[in-house]
């Protein structure tokens, strides 16, 4: 049931899951899918919220991390958890793209094996290399309603690239779909500063600053390092 809520974007389902994982850890407490699980739903929640953390400590989510591969060392799953963990609350970006690459070892069409790659990728400043694991990503999630993840992170990594045209295309699309996800519009932004559009960049902006406050699954910022930081908010 869990899994089965989690692959909804729904804010409602993703602390229904919380709920579930915790009620699961309470009768088995080294249940391997329920531990990765409430580490990813936790992750995902601070996503929906710009700068909000939860509770639970970088050591309190990395121990739950590493417990689920112990126990589980064959989980594609639990190894992206723990990649997301190193990615975003530890900064230990070679580490993520390492137990990426462990996934998608152990499950070569794990989408987000690939998606855990690229986004690791683009925090090593390698946004070039990110693009052909995010396409894959992609098309691997091709009926998933979690796709416009990926394609969020592979839109970013081509205009990190200086491939706006491309990138432009894809999140035009994904703004059409998800007009409320303020981390698009803020894209978009930058891709017309890109391409030396300031009238198009001041709207897209002003069309972020109007989304920020409204909670979105889909809006997760990747803890990018300065030099792109620079290149996605040019202003500050």
């Given at each position: 049931m869990a899994a089965e809520r989690f692959s909804r974007l729904s804010l409602?389902?993703?602390?229904?899951?919380?709920?579930?994982?915790?009620?699961?850890?309470?009768?088995?407490?080294?249940?391997?899918?329920?531990?990765?699980?409430?580490?990813?739903?936790?992750?995902?929640?601070?996503?929906?919220?710009?700068?909000?953390r939860t509770e639970n400590s970088d050591e309190s989510l990395t121990r739950m991390a590493d417990r689920a591969i112990e126990i589980n060392p064959h989980s594609d799953y639990a190894y992206s958890v723990r990649s997301h963990v190193r990615l975003w609350r530890l900064g230990n970006y070679t580490g993520a793209l390492e137990d990426a690459y462990q996934s998608i070892k152990l499950s070569p069409n794990y989408s987000w094996g690939f998606?855990?790659?690229?986004?690791?990728?683009?925090?090593?400043?390698?946004?070039?290399?990110?693009?052909?694991?995010?396409?894959?990503?992609?098309?691997?999630?091709?009926?998933?309603?979690?796709?416009?993840?990926?394609?969020?992170?592979?839109?970013?990594?081509?205009?990190?690239?200086?491939?706006?045209?491309?990138?432009?295309?894809?999140?035009?699309?994904?703004?059409?779909?998800?007009?409320?996800?303020?981390?698009?519009?803020?894209?978009?932004?930058?891709?017309?500063e890109q391409q030396h559009n300031p009238a198009g960049a001041e709207q897209s902006r002003q069309k972020a600053e109007k989304c920020k406050n409204t909670p979105?699954?889909?809006?997760?910022?990747?803890?990018?390092?300065?030099?792109?930081?620079?290149?996605?908010?040019?202003?500050g």
């Open positions: 409602e389902d993703l602390h229904h899951v919380i709920t579930l994982t915790d009620r699961a850890l309470e009768l088995q407490p080294d249940n391997p899918m329920a531990l990765a699980m409430r580490v990813d739903a936790l992750m995902s929640l601070e996503s929906v919220y710009p700068g909000h998606s855990a790659i690229g986004q690791a990728l683009i925090c090593l400043e390698r946004a070039s290399e990110a693009i052909k694991p995010l396409q894959r990503a992609q098309i691997l999630a091709d009926k998933d309603p979690w796709r416009p993840y990926h394609s969020g992170d592979l839109a970013l990594a081509l205009f990190l690239s200086g491939e706006s045209n491309r990138a432009l295309k894809i999140i035009d699309s994904l703004i059409s779909q998800h007009p409320l996800v303020w981390t698009y519009h803020n894209l978009r932004a930058a891709i017309f979105h699954i889909l809006a997760g910022e990747l803890p990018l390092p300065a030099p792109y930081r620079e290149m996605l908010n040019p202003h």
